[in-house]
């Protein structure tokens, strides 16, 4: 179920059985010379969708540019300054609150994003942390996709060596399994990229030539994405359940 795909009145009718939405978010960056510049984005997305479908929740247009300044130095990513992405945040927010959501579950697609996104939910509850208004308030959630119970399990058991911390197998092997014609082949010298710390947009190209870091993304296949999605979307639905019934 997406609120896109959805007319006015069937959003009406689905707020008097639930409050709830999921909301993917990621970001349209450089995933090294193999991965899809929308990888974040479209491992939330498509393990966001098949979630909302099995529990029966809502699932938002994706939030799809995220905090992306290091990975500039790579043609095609986008970025949104941190006071930007907080103000997008906190009216996407707002008009879902005007109708009657209380209950927002953002599924993280990119680590850059976490402080930005922390930042938001204080934003969003700024408002109504100062008010005398009663009754239920906005809750948000963010979940890490990468983070679910039984999701690094999975992600080990294929890619014991070279997983690595960006354009990751795991990652990239979730958006081979939703767009298979999409796949890429490049030779990746060295076979496993190295580790170090980020800085600025220069500095990471210097660091990190091809964009991976510690990763060895020849391993993606679709067949491993698509055990990984499963894992997660179970995780997701368990967390969808409670996360609705919670009191405010
Ligand atoms: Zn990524």
Known sequence: MQLHLLSWPEVETYLKKSKTILIPIGSTEQHGPTGL????????????????EDAGILVAPTFNVGQAQHHMAFPGTMTLRPSTMIAAMVDWARSLAHHGFERLYWLNGHGGNIATMTAAFSEIYHAGSLSDAKGARLVCRMRNWWELPGVGDTCRQFFPVGEGHHATPSEISVTYYAYPKAQKQAAL????????????????????????????????????????????????????????????
């Open 189 to 248: 010298e060295p076979k496993i990229a190295p580790f170090g710390p980020i800085n600025d947009a220069a500095d990471y190209r210097r660091r990190f030539p091809d964009g991976r870091i510690g990763s060895d993304p020849s391993q993606a296949n679709p067949e491993a994405g698509e055990k990984i999605v499963a894992a997660a979307v179970r995780a997701v639905v368990e967390e969808l359940r409670t996360f609705s019934e919670e009191k405010a």
């Open 37 to 52: 510049m929308g990888t974040d984005a479209i491992c939330a997305e498509v393990i966001g969708r098949r979630a909302g």
